[in-house]
């Protein structure tokens, strides 16, 4: 179960365009959570194609399992993967595609194989399982019909401020990945896009021997005893901005001056609250004019019409 870079090929083709791509989500910590039917599909694929072969492998063999073939797939030689794995469901082949914990695609690579079997007429099937997002989400208490998933916020830059704003502008929780490095100063962030009284709930080592959730408020979430660790993968889920009384305007104000400090200009602030937010037009538009937002260099100039005209 070693990895080649010989090219793939078929032990016994099948007629062209019957293979299947069948994305199989593997545990996440405990290995219990690997599924009958995941076990099954990943002994009985053609080849399987994995982030790490030796990290795939021991996983299969600790679970007494052998593939017939692994292959890497991660994010530095996908590209290059598609067409050779394409070959091979051309040939009528079935191939697993695994992440090394939780369900691929995921913050993890494949969706350029995914997108180009289904663009290929392929059949592509999920077999789920674990999912990181999910398991911190319904352990969080917090209202989950709907959310947003952030999963690894950018590490520094205008486009970390942006999506910082965004997490703190949205009225449904946000679910976030973070390394152990950068918790504690995400957290930090966090707590003063937010406020220090919006809740978190930091989730580390989920499934595993060494489990721990913390919940509270962001302005204690950094002295947290789960972030102090230090160690381990971590999930955390911020609750959606406060919703106000209809008319009172705090929240839509409050969104419109975070998105300001994050660089964006009146027009695009006044997209995003609309989108995030869900209110109409015109009162996103005239809460940033009572807040006098400047327009951004690429804005348009001010509206010649009333807020929610025609024309």
């Not at 009528?92 to 663009?119: K, Y």
């Not at 005239?286 to 807020?307: H, K, N, Q, S, Y």
Request: hydrophobic share 45%.
């Amino acid at each position: 179960m070693t990895d080649s870079e010989a090219p793939l090929a078929s032990a016994d083709p099948a007629p062209a365009g019957l293979g299947t791509l069948v994305v199989v989500a593997t545990p996440i910590g405990n290995l219990s959570d690997l599924s009958a039917r995941a076990a099954a599909a990943l002994t009985d694929a053609d080849l399987v194609c994995c982030e790490d072969t030796r990290h795939t492998g021991r996983l299969l063999a600790t679970l007494g399992l052998r593939a017939r073939r692994l292959q890497s797939l991660h994010a530095h030689n996908e590209r290059e993967r598609v067409e050779e794995v394409l070959a091979l469901l051309g040939g009528g082949a079935t191939v697993a595609l695994v992440s090394d914990a939780g369900t691929p695609l995921v913050s993890d690579p494949g969706e350029r194989l995914v997108a180009a079997a289904i663009a290929s007429g392929f059949e592509v099937r999920a077999v789920p399982g674990a999912s990181a997002v999910l398991a911190a989400l319904v352990v969080s208490g917090l209202e989950v019909g709907r959310w947003r998933f952030e999963g690894f916020l950018p590490r520094k830059g205008r486009e970390r401020r942006d999506r910082l704003a965004l997490v703190a502008a949205s009225g449904e929780p946000s679910v976030i990945y973070e390394a152990p490095t950068r918790v504690a100063a995400t957290l930090r962030e966090l707590s003063v896009d937010c406020g220090p009284e919006r809740q978190v709930v930091v989730a580390r080592e989920l499934t595993k021997l060494h489990e721990e959730i913390w919940r509270g408020p962001l302005g204690d979430a950094e002295e947290s005893p789960a972030a102090r660790v230090a160690r381990g993968e971590y999930v955390l889920v911020v609750a959606g901005a406060p919703q106000r009384p209809t008319g009172s305007g705090v929240d839509v104000e409050r969104s419109l001056r975070a998105l300001l400090d994050a660089g964006l200009g009146r027009r695009d602030a006044v997209a995003a609250v609309e989108a995030l937010l869900g209110v109409p037009h015109r009162d996103a538009y005239a809460a940033a004019l009572r807040l006098g937002l400047p327009d951004a260099p690429g804005d348009a100039g001010p509206a010649t019409t009333a807020p929610g005209s025609s024309g």
